[in-house]
């Protein structure tokens, strides 16, 4: 008869197994995961592209004289709007992650590799970066406004607060891992969310930047709109010559004609050319002539029955 051993009973009294020090830099990653699950909800990427799309257009239309607000775009149209405005900071951001991993898997080897005392003139070199950068950030948001818009200024100060406040975060979670200290968590999440909100201001300069470019593109060929005629029943005074116009109501028949040559029932006599169509909203049309000029405005035309819209042919369609 065979007997059955007993399992042998593991000593309670056994040390539980120490978990190896944590590598220098580890903070970096904690920081990096606490952000992508930050921005990867849906609803905040939706509004993050509502708020792009919303920037760019602001600046695209008010190159028209025309303020966004009035022309009554949805939320979805807004985000249709914003990925041409995105696509080169987006772009940008995701290259610099990038990069910023492989820097830091590099870093951290070497730190690994190094004395204590180089590890720490190493943290105290990204500190004091990352304080200069921002101290040189706020300096010049401070003298932001007094500085010429047209030149790189306004991008500047997001690009150095953001910087900074990176390298700062990055110093300080590092040397908490280094210390195997559990202070200074505070500061660190200060730091990342004064990144995080700068690199919003890079974009959004970003955003503008690229809403007033395409509407500068477009100023240069307004042929490239829809070409509209334009038949109203009130005299309209455009202002600018390049507009055409025409008057519809009926003549006198020539000699030997059974007919006028235009209809006397005519409602719609007024008739405007050289107009094209830079967008519809809120009810109305928003028609530039064809040809830009600095004097040149932008008509707002009730779209109801007192006008009639013809969309003209592209004259190249057919070959």
Known sequence: ??????????????????????????????????????????????????????????????????????????????????????FVPVTALLLATAALLIGHRMLRVALLRSTSGAR??????FA???VALTGGG???????PALDDGGPWP????????AGAGLAAYAVSTARVLAGRRDGRAVAVLLVLVMVAATFWTTATVAQWWGRGEARTLA??????????????????PGNDAIGFQDLAPTTPPAGAEEPSVPAETTHRYRYSGLRLLVRGDGALYLVPDVWSPDASTLVIPDDQDVRIRYRFLPDVAG
């Open 138 to 144: 706020l300096v010049f948001a401070v003298l932001l």
């Open 1 to 86: 008869m065979s007997r059955r051993t007993a399992p042998v009973a593991q000593d309670a009294a056994a040390p539980a197994p120490t978990d190896e020090a944590a590598p220098a830099g580890l903070g970096f990653e904690r920081w990096l995961g606490l952000l992508t699950s930050f921005v990867a909800p849906l609803t905040l990427v939706t509004t993050l592209l509502f708020y792009f799309g919303y920037v760019s257009s602001r600046e695209y239309f008010r190159s028209f004289g025309i303020d966004v607000d009035i022309l009554g775009f949805s939320s979805q149209q807004f985000v249709m709007r914003s990925p041409g405005a995105l």
């Open 155 to 162: 991008l500047v100060a997001p690009l150095a607060l953001a």
């Open 220 to 237: 240069a060929d307004l042929r490239s709109l829809p070409a509209v005629v334009l038949d109203s029943q009130e005299r309209l005074y």
């Open 120 to 125: 720490r003139r190493v943290v105290a070199a």
């Open 128 to 130: 004091g970066a990352g």
